[in-house]
């Protein structure tokens, strides 16, 4: 079984449309998602260089804790789905499970004890915690003083760099794992992973994601939509 992940990032980067054959519905979204969430890292990080004083934190709070937002709903969608992904013997295809032989499959429960230590959005919540913990000491103040600007600045480094280290690991370890369970024809993953079933406004996460992604990839947003 041969990783998934790399061809997905690859397709999602370049705009490419993605085919379900080469990659689940399931798949298709969280690279979406990852994506949009890589480029809004972005473009809040042109917020710290470019902006100034009260105008930087009104800015960089109301873009950040934008971007927090779909994050931790990221996070939560991806538990409650990959979870019950990984149940024993949930799936008449169980990736964990050798089909001849009916024992445990090996490679891949190594693969997920790995994914569940590196692939963890915890870490990743850590760092936005640490993010938020400056802006909240700075909020209020008209002046943004240089250390204190280089403070908000570094975090939000570690921050991205550790979400690009989380978004690699998951893409490369998962994306096979969720291809091989066949998941989105169990638990309609497909047509619900990116709608927030509690909210009021069930797809304010698919408008941001319109907002932050590249042209090609809302097209290719707006065509997997259509397939659900």
């Known amino acids: 079984m041969g990783p998934l992940g790399g061809s997905t990032r690859e397709q999602v980067a370049q705009g490419r449309p993605l085919d379900k054959d080469q990659s689940s519905l399931m798949c298709m979204q969280i690279a979406l998602i990852h994506e949009a969430l890589m480029i809004r890292l972005g473009t809040i990080s042109m917020i710290l260089e470019e902006r100034k004083g009260a105008e930087l934190l009104h800015a960089f709070e109301l873009a950040f804790n934008d971007w927090a937002a779909v994050f931790l709903f990221y996070s939560d ?12 013997d949930r799936f008449s295809n169980n990736p964990f499970r ?16 790995v994914l569940e230590m590196k692939g963890s959005t915890d ?38 760099n550790e979400f690009a280290d989380y978004v690699d690991v998951f893409q490369t370890l998962a994306f096979p794992l969720i291809k091989a369970a066949d998941v989105e024809s169990e638990i309609d993953s497909g047509s619900r992973f990116l709608r927030d079933e509690e909210a009021d406004e069930e797809d304010w996460v698919i408008e941001w994601m319109r907002r932050n992604l590249s042209q090609p990839n809302v097209q290719t947003l707006e065509a997997l939509l259509l397939r659900n």
Request: charged share 30%; proline share 3%; aromatic share 6%.
């Open 77 to 88: 969608q991806k538990q409650k789905y990959f979870a019950r992904m990984i149940e024993e």
């Open 98 to 113: 050798d089909s001849a032989s009916d024992q445990p499959n090996q490679e891949n429960r190594e693969l997920l004890a």
């Open 123 to 160: 870490t990743v919540i850590a760092f936005v915690q640490d993010v938020l913990d400056v802006m909240r000491d700075e909020i209020g103040r008209t002046t943004l003083i240089p250390r204190t600007k280089n403070h908000l600045r570094m975090q939000f480094i570690k921050l991205k």
